[in-house]
C-alpha cells in the first residue's frame, strides 16, 4: 500500500460519514423509538415536540430526517437549521453532522474553517467519524495549518475509537512516517484492525503482509481468507490474488475453474494478468464455460443484494 494524497484528500467520501442515531435512545424519546419502526412523519412530529422542551436529541433527528429525505423533501438548509440548534445544546452528533454540511456548502456556505471547529467539538467529545474529518483537516491544511503531528494524534483517536477508515490511514502514517515515526509493526497491526473491521483495501494489503511477513508473522491461511472476503466484497485486486492462489494450489486446493471465474471478475475491473489468461486459454471449453457461468451468477448475486 502507497500513502497518496489523493486518498487524503478525498474529503467528500471522508466527510459523507453520516449520522447514525444511538440505539439506546429508543428507549428515551419516542421520536426515536417511531425512526427505527420507519414511521418518520411520526418521527418529525415527535421531535418537534420533544425539541421544544429542549431536547438536542431531538433537534439531530430532526436535521437527519431533512438531510436524508426521510418521509419529506429533502433540505439541507432545514437539516443545517436543526443541527445548529443541537449543536449550540452541545450535541457531538450534530456538531459532527453540521460540521460536514458546511465544508461541503449543503445548505449552508462552504467553510472549512468554520466546518474544522465544528469537528474540534466533536471530536473533543469522542466522536470518532469527527476525529478521522479534523485529522484530514489537519493532514490537507485546509481549514487548519497544515500540522502531520495532529493529524496523526486525531486519527490515532479516531482508530482507536473504531474507525476501519482511521485505522486502515494510521496504518499508513506509520509504514511512511507521516507525523509519526516509521514502525511497520503498528502499520501491521493498524492495518490488521482495519481488515478486521471488514475493509476490503484493509483485507488485501493485510494479507500481503501476512503473505510476505512484512511487520507480521507469516500466516498463509488467514492470508487466502482475507482475499477471498475482499473479493467476495467485489474488490478486483482480492479477486485477482484469489485466483492466483487457485491456478497455483497455494493454500486453497489447486481448481482452474474457480480460478478462471476470479480472474474473469478481476478482469471485468481492469486488473490485468497475462498469466492467468493464458490459464484460461488453456481450459477445455466446458471448463470456461463453466468459470463463466459462475462468473455471471457471482455478478448477478450482488446486483440484487
Not at 33 to 62: N, P, V
Not at 65 to 85: T, W
Not at 158 to 187: C, E, H, M, T, W
Not at 232 to 243: C, D, H, I, K
Amino acid at each position: 500500500m502507497s500513502f497518496t494524497w489523493a486518498r487524503a484528500t478525498l474529503l467528500a467520501t471522508a466527510l459523507a460519514l453520516s449520522l447514525v442515531p444511538c440505539a439506546a435512545r429508543a428507549t428515551e424519546n419516542a421520536s426515536y423509538a417511531a425512526y427505527f419502526q420507519g414511521r418518520y412523519l411520526t418521527a418529525l412530529k415527535l421531535a418537534e415536540q420533544e425539541a421544544a422542551q429542549g431536547s438536542k436529541e431531538a433537534y439531530t433527528l430532526m436535521g437527519q430526517i431533512y438531510e436524508e429525505g426521510l418521509g419529506v423533501a429533502q433540505d439541507f438548509g432545514k437539516a443545517a437549521d436543526n443541527y445548529a440548534k443541537a449543536a449550540d445544546l452541545g450535541d457531538a452528533n450534530a456538531q459532527f453532522s453540521l460540521g460536514t454540511l458546511v465544508a461541503e456548502g449543503r445548505g449552508v456556505k462552504k467553510d472549512l474553517r468554520i466546518a474544522a471547529d465544528l469537528f474540534e467539538r466533536a471530536a473533543q467529545a469522542g466522536n470518532p467519524s469527527a476525529q478521522y474529518n479534523l485529522a484530514l483537516i489537519y493532514l490537507n491544511g485546509k481549514g487548519r495549518p497544515q500540522d502531520e503531528a495532529k493529524a496523526a494524534d486525531w486519527m490515532q483517536k479516531s482508530a482507536a475509537g473504531g474507525n476501519p477508515q482511521a485505522q486502515y490511514d494510521l496504518s499508513a502514517f506509520y509504514q511512511f512516517g507521516r507525523g509519526v515515526p516509521i514502525d511497520k509493526a503498528k502499520a501491521a497491526e493498524w492495518l490488521g484492525r482495519a481488515a478486521d473491521g471488514g475493509l476490503p483495501d484493509a483485507q488485501v494489503e493485510y494479507a500481503i503482509k501476512l503473505f510476505n511477513g512484512e511487520g507480521v508473522a507469516v500466516d498463509q491461511a488467514k492470508a487466502a481468507k482475507l482475499f477471498r472476503q475482499a473479493a467476495e466484497q467485489g474488490n478486483p485486486v482480492a479477486q485477482n490474488r484469489l485466483a492466483r492462489l487457485y491456478a497455483n494450489g497455494v493454500v486453497v486446493k489447486e481448481d482452474p475453474v474457480q480460478a478462471a471465474k476470479w480472474h474473469l471478475l478481476a478482469r471485468g475491473a481492469g486488473v490485468s494478468d497475462f498469466t492467468l489468461d493464458l490459464m484460461l486459454a488453456k481450459l477445455t471449453k466446458e471448463q470456461r464455460a463453466e468459470a463463466e457461468k459462475d462468473a455471471e451468477a457471482w455478478r448477478n448475486g450482488r446486483l440484487s443484494e
